[in-house]
Nanobody, 124 residues
Framework: QVQLVESGGGLVQAGGSRRLSCAASGRTFSSYAMAWFRQAPGKEREFVAANRRSGGMTYYAASVKGRFTLSRDNAESTVYLQMNSLKPEDTAVYYC?????????????????WGQGTQVTVSS
């Protein structure tokens, strides 16, 4: 069982930055795929970024590539999402997710564990 707790959301102006954190319980953090998804009001959940395992390749949605960076701290069992050059369209609830061995890391259905979400609002 893995528990995920996100933090770091809030209100930020367009062009600003924000760092989200996701603290994970459990002793197998480094071997799990970790991902961030987001859901804007009235829209479906969408993939943001994912890392299959510590030291492995990181994948990004086209809409955030070059602006967002996913990183992991295995000692702290925490995954981060550094968001730069934020745009109003980045406004959403951001969710952290974990899975032991997803086939497709960009698909939400592959993930077994989810956090409660943290709201990010970008004002224009």
């Amino acid at each position: 069982q893995v528990q995920l707790v996100e933090s770091g959301g809030g209100l930020v102006q367009a062009g600003g930055s924000r760092r989200l954190s996701c603290a994970a319980s459990g002793r197998t953090f480094s071997s799990y795929a970790m991902a961030w998804f987001r859901q804007a009001p009235g829209k479906e959940r969408e993939f943001v970024a994912a890392n299959r395992r510590s030291g492995g390749m990181t994948y990004y949605a086209a809409s955030v590539k070059g602006r967002f960076t996913l990183s992991r701290d295995n000692a702290e069992s925490t995954v981060y999402l550094q968001m730069n050059s934020l745009k109003p369209e980045d406004t959403a609830v951001y969710y952290c997710a974990a899975a032991p061995n997803p086939v497709v890391v960009t698909t939400g259905a592959e993930y077994d564990y989810w956090g409660q979400g943290t709201q990010v609002t970008v004002s224009s």
